[in-house]
């Protein structure tokens, strides 16, 4: 049997790391660090051993170093937005990367921007329009959540369908490793192939093999014509042709798909202020779309209209609404953040961020019902998300009549019972949110078992004493 850890001297610890952070990079008042010790859905509480904020690359190696040699594992955490519990700690020492927020660079002729960590997404994406350009990963927390969380989670957001994921964004990082070595790979190249692309192996990670302190991401031309467009729906099948049609007519100009089931709409219009229903009369399935060009006379709403009016004599759109200003364009996109919200005051929801093949989600979403309704009959679907490419949050609302606690302890069940759908198509259990604590047990099941033991190879190697969230992924 391995030997007892050592307990840790918190004192010593506590002094060593107050070295290196100083009085404003630790963190020791109660209700500053509580919310820090829960994510956002309250699935999990947890507690800190000592909680810092480092204000410099260096300062993050320099407490990874401290915390390395009393073998103290350490919880990275960027805005805690995270859904699957990656940035809970339990009992380590959580390390906020909130203080690291710069702004190093900004390069509009090469279309790059180097970022700290702690920047705010939003602050990254405002930077990028005041140059002229675009930064295009956008989610609904995107005033809150940072760009390192955003990059260990490789979250997606609404316009992966045109830019992709934030995998796709990224060009080099600066990263800190278990042993306390800062890797500097802060390329602005477009092409390096010079071996192993040893950046993906942080993009993604969940803070497991690295903790990302500074990334060079791509920016894109600032669109100068935007068509934001609701549609009603003949049905789900009629969803991904649209989608089709709509890619083929524009160019492949569409930024964001978004499918709407009912409920979702009626949720926002009941719960959420500012939420109107886009349409006099109500229809089951809804997609809200925006394409964008970079010309202002692109002509782009005239192609748009010209297949919806298409769509529309093949019975595949049954109404359409297009927006005429920025501010109903707005209205339009707040509905879709209206679903999210409203789903909170109706009830316990249990969630799934599953992804199938874009052409399969008809097939997906006529499957998952009848499993739903057999495991808790008088569940009600509220399915919404990013048709696009494939990526749908199929939450579950539990039914008017049944108890909040037992509903919930049904979860597990439940998220097994549709992660064997999705599986069986060929899909992801996590698509845009993660592993974290959430699934760790799902994947262990799901994944094959080569590509777990590569997992486990790879965290070996590079954090062989488990140092850098425990718990997390594996």
Known sequence: MPEAPTPVNSSDLKSRLLAVVGPSGLVE?????????????GLYHGSALLVVKPGSTEEVAAVVKVCAEFGTPITPQGGNTGLCGGATPDGQVLLSLSR?????DIDPLDYTITVEAGCILQNIQTAAAENDRLFPLSLGAEGSCQI???????AGGINTLRYGNARDLVLGLEVVLPDGQIWNNLKRLRKDNTGYDLKHLFVGGEGTLGIITAATCKLFPKPKDEVSVFCAVRDVNGVIELLSR???????????????ERFGIHLACKHVHGCRDPFDQ???HYVLFRASAGRADSGLRTIVEEALAEAYEKGLVLDATIAESEAQAQAFWRIREGVVEGQIPEGASIKHDISVPVSLIPEFMERAAPVVETTIPGSRICAFGHAGDGNLHYNITQPEN????????????LNHAVHEIVVDMGGSISAEHGIGKLKVEELQYFKPALDLDLMRRIKQALDPEGIF???KVL
Do not use: C, H, V
């Open 29 to 41: 008042n109660a209700d500053a660090i509580s919310p820090m010790l829960s994510e956002p859905r």
């Open 100 to 104: 690291m927020n710069k702004i190093r």
């Open 148 to 154: 390192g969380g955003n990059l260990s989670t490789n």
């Open 246 to 260: 709509l890619r083929a007519a524009t160019g492949d100009q569409i930024s964001a798909f978004e499918l709407i």
């Open 282 to 284: 109500p229809y089951e």
């Open 402 to 413: 049944m108890d909040r606690a037992e509903f919930l302890g049904l979860w597990e069940k």
């Open 469 to 471: 969230n425990p718990g």
